[in-house]
């Protein structure tokens, strides 16, 4: 079956660092990938996302980049905020008639000023 | 505009209780799924609805029953509450099957 493997922290950072969270998975087929992240109090929101290998998902200077040949999608920023404190998702869909999202179990990132 | 939204936000019972969930949601969207998010396991998938009057189960459905008679409207059941219910769950709708817009959550407790 599918699944998504993420490192699960917490990850602590200084504002303005260097962001990396690891994500893999396993799939048959050619799925699609996201991130998602979740403030505290919140539910979840898309983040970005890539829908075939080699493309690039960005959003508010969060990317990452769909790699078939490690089945990986690691989620970086450049330089971290306060405001980036949150729990981050990693997770896939096959697509097709496969309705479901695969989540990995979240890490929890904290920035401090 | 309001998204997906979760009645009630907070919610204690006690165990063999019952009780419904209610999501909504406005953007018209075919797809409805309902999670439950534990410390340390992600979120996993209870029941999801394909469209109006269509339900199916998913991941961990066992102790809860759904029901979507309206296509804007998708409801979680527990019959008998047990404490391993004890979770936080969240609503989500979709348009196409993968990304998916989440409600805010309700926060369960079961004593």
């Known amino acids: 079956g599918n699944s998504v493997t993420q490192m699960e922290g917490p990850v602590t950072l200084s504002e303005e660092a260097f962001l990396t969270i690891n994500c893999t998975y396993t799939?048959?087929?050619?799925?699609?990938l996201f991130w998602y992240v979740q403030y505290p109090g919140e539910g979840l929101q898309l983040l970005l996302k890539?829908?075939?290998?080699?493309d690039k998902g960005s959003n508010k200077g969060f990317e990452a980049t769909y790699r078939k040949e490690t089945t990986s999608f690691h989620l970086e920023k450049g330089s971290v905020q306060v405001s980036d404190s949150a729990v981050y998702f990693c997770?896939?869909?096959?697509?097709?008639?496969?309705?479901?999202?695969?989540f990995g179990k979240g890490t929890l990132l904290t920035v401090n000023p | 505009n309001a998204g997906v939204t979760q009645t009630p936000k907070f919610r204690v019972l006690k165990t063999g209780q019952s009780m419904t969930l209610l999501c909504a949601q406005d953007m018209n969207h075919e797809y409805m799924y309902w999670y439950r998010q534990d410390p340390g396991m992600g979120l996993r998938l209870i029941h999801y609805s394909v469209g109006e009057g269509t339900t199916a189960k998913g991941e961990v459905p066992d102790g809860y029953n759904v029901s979507r008679l309206k296509k804007q409207n998708f409801l979680l059941g527990l019959e008998s509450a047990a404490p391993s219910q004890t979770s936080v769950y969240f609503c989500?709708?979709?348009?196409?099957?993968?990304?998916?817009?989440f409600g805010p959550g309700t926060r369960l407790t079961v004593l």
């Open positions: 989500a709708s979709s348009y196409l099957p993968d990304t998916q817009y």
């Open positions: 890539a829908t075939k290998a080699d």
């Open positions: 799939a048959t087929g050619y799925p699609s």
């Open positions: 997770a896939l869909s096959e697509g097709g008639s496969n309705y479901k999202l695969t």
